[in-house]
Nanobody, 124 residues
């Protein structure tokens, strides 16, 4: 049974930082591209960042480029999202996802597995 478990969310002031983690089990982690998405109330789920199976390639939404960094540790079957200079508009539920591809996947429908999400709230 595949499980993706996010952690690290919470309440932070604008300008602060958080590091999200997503621990995977039940799959061969290094075979999967990984992504982070977010969904705010009343809005559609949107791509935040993606990373290839090896970690050699990364991609970001324009809204987070230069502030967020995605990384992975295949030995630990874990993907991370370092979020710096947080803004109130970053407030959302953040989800990690796994796609059986080697490259970066930006479309939610192309992901095979999803975590339950972790809430990030940025106060002004």
């Amino acid at each position: 049974q595949v499980q993706l478990v996010e952690s690290g969310g919470g309440l932070v002031q604008a300008g602060g930082s958080l590091r999200l983690s997503c621990a995977a089990s039940g799959l061969t982690f290094s075979y999967y591209a990984m992504g982070w998405f977010r969904q705010a109330p009343g809005k559609e789920r949107e791509f935040v960042a993606g990373i290839s199976w090896s970690g050699a390639r990364t991609g970001y939404a324009d809204s987070v480029k230069g502030r967020f960094t995605i990384s992975r540790d295949n030995a630990k079957s874990t993907v991370y999202l370092q979020m710096n200079s947080l803004k109130p508009e970053d407030t959302a539920n953040y989800y990690c996802a796994a796609a059986y591809y080697g490259s970066i996947v930006t479309t939610a429908s192309e992901y095979d597995y999803w975590g339950q999400g972790t809430q990030v709230t940025v106060s002004s």
